[in-house]
Each structure stands twice: as C-alpha cells, then as structure tokens.
C-alpha cells in the first residue's frame, strides 16, 4: 500500500491561488498514475485531476482553464495549482494512486486530506 501525504492547503480569497503537493511513498511512483480528489460537506468525493505516467491529464469540466495538475518523477510527488479559485472549490483535497483505471474510478489509497478554504 502506498503511503500519500498531502500539504499546501488554506484559507485564500476568492480569485487567488494555491498549489498542493502529494508526496508518494511508493518506490515505483514514476510507474502509477496519480490523482486529486477532493470533497465538500454533505457531498460526495469527486475527481478533480488525474495524470497518467506518460503525462496525460484528465479535469473535471469545472476545474478547467483554472486548475493544473503535474508531477515530478524524481520527487515522487504530484502537485496542484489552483488559480482563480471559487467559493466552490472549498472542499477537502485528496491524492490517489494507482493504475489509471483505478485511480480515475475506483481509488483504493488516500493521503490524509488538506483542507482548502475559498472565502471573503
């Protein structure tokens, strides 16, 4: 089971930016894709962004054009950015992963979750 930890959460103003990070424990990182989820009170767990080991991406229609989402193989980590953020993209954040199919449908590993707050 690979071990995931998330940082780079909270509070910002409507329109501004924050960039996650998830760090991997997984010794074959550069061999799995990777992805954020993310979570809202009373609403169920969404994919935000997925990308492969090649570096295709995947985003969910409400994220794009707004938020971008990376890795670094060497660091064993996946990032983030998140521009021009929404009272709606207030939610807990989450990283994943796996095989692609999984991790785009059916993630089985979670990080701990950074808490990511888009308020006035």
């Known amino acids: 089971q690979v071990q995931l930890v998330e940082s780079g959460g909270g509070l910002v103003q409507p329109g501004g930016s924050l960039r996650l990070s998830c760090s991997a424990s997984?010794?074959?990182?550069?061999?799995?894709?990777m992805a954020w989820y993310r979570q809202a009170p009373g609403k169920q767990r969404e994919l935000v962004a997925a990308?492969?080991?090649?570096?295709?991406?995947n985003y969910a229609d409400s994220v794009k054009g707004r938020f971008t989402i990376s890795r670094a193989n060497v660091k064993n980590t996946v990032y983030l950015q998140m521009n021009s953020l929404k009272p709606e993209d207030t939610a807990v954040y989450y990283c994943?992963?796996?095989?692609?199919?999984?991790?785009?449908?059916?993630?089985?590993?979670w990080g701990q979750g950074t808490q990511v707050t888009v308020s006035s």
């Open positions: 990308i492969s080991r090649g570096g295709t991406t």
């Open positions: 997984e010794s074959s990182f550069s061999v799995v894709a």
């Open positions: 994943t992963a796996g095989p692609w199919v999984v991790v785009t449908t059916g993630p089985r590993d």
